[in-house]
Nanobody, 125 residues
Framework: QVQLLESGGGLVQAGGSLRLSCAAS????????MGWFRQAPGKEREFVAAIRRTGGSTYYADSAKGRFTISRDNAKNTVYLQMNNMKPEDTAVYYC??????????????????WGQGTQVTVSS
């Protein structure tokens, strides 16, 4: 079993920054893909960014490119999402998720095996 714990959410003004963290514990593997998703009220959960433990390849949704940066600390089994120049449309519950399948796919919720409980991010205009 794997547990994921997100932190770092909160309220920020438009143009501001937040950094989310996701710490993995329990059974862990030498290789994984970790992603961030978000879900706004009345909308489907959408992909934001992902990173591979081995090699560090990163992937971003178009809405995140140029503003968000995903990174990892393998020693701490922790992944971060640095969000800059935030916009009101970034308001959502942000979830981290992990996949141990070694798959090339990363944008769909079904691509992942375990999920965190989510952290609220609110951007005021």
């Amino acid at each position: 079993q794997v547990q994921l714990l997100e932190s770092g959410g909160g309220l920020v003004q438009a143009g501001g920054s937040l950094r989310l963290s996701c710490a993995a514990s329990g059974r862990t593997f030498s290789n994984y893909l970790m992603g961030w998703f978000r879900q706004a009220p009345g909308k489907e959960r959408e992909f934001v960014a992902a990173i591979r433990r081995t090699g560090g390849s990163t992937y971003y949704a178009d809405s995140a490119k140029g503003r968000f940066t995903i990174s990892r600390d393998n020693a701490k089994n922790t992944v971060y999402l640095q969000m800059n120049n935030m916009k009101p449309e970034d308001t959502a519950v942000y979830y981290c998720a992990v996949s141990y399948r070694g798959s090339i796919y990363y944008t769909l919720a079904n691509d992942y095996d375990y999920w965190g409980q989510g952290t609220q991010v609110t951007v005021s205009s």
